[in-house]
């Protein structure tokens, strides 16, 4: 599995905003300059946020973004839900799944479902906040 540019970057925006929490809106221009990314390409990313309501736009003067919930209440899972097209592992549990006329005899798919849960449940575990944290050295 592998994790697209777009749902790292939202990550990235949603602890930039998260780190920013003054209560005003950020523009999007600052975001993209603190974290060296395409303002244009972003647009689209905090559109998404927008819409699902993790985070609050204002246009014009004195806009920007800001988040609408507290970074301890924002799940990595959530993001990357909406971000990707899917975090399952295998085309047959995805969110919208062709009939696979194996599924009753597949002896792969057990795994691939708990492989799938396990994902969803790291994913869901990890929230804004802890990726506030400043990563500690590996010893």
């Not at 972003?42 to 309501?53: H, M, P, T």
Request: contains cysteine.
């Amino acid at each position: 599995m592998m994790i697209s540019t777009r749902g790292r970057y939202a990550l990235r925006v949603m602890i930039d905003l998260a780190e920013q929490q003054t209560g005003d809106f950020v523009p999007l221009k600052e975001i993209a300059q603190r974290q060296h990314l395409s303002e244009k390409y972003l647009e689209s990313i905090v559109k998404a946020l927008v819409k699902d309501g993790l985070l609050e736009g204002v246009r014009g003067k004195g806009g920007g973004y800001r988040m609408k919930k507290p970074p301890e209440e924002c799940t990595v899972g959530s993001i990357l839900r909406l971000t990707e097209v899917g975090l399952a592992p295998v085309a047959c549990l995805e969110d919208d799944p062709v009939a696979c006329p194996r599924a009753g005899e597949c002896r792969t798919l057990p795994m691939w479902r708990k492989l799938h849960g396990m994902l969803n449940d790291f994913f869901d575990g990890v929230t804004i906040a802890d990726l506030m944290q400043k990563p500690r050295s590996e010893a």
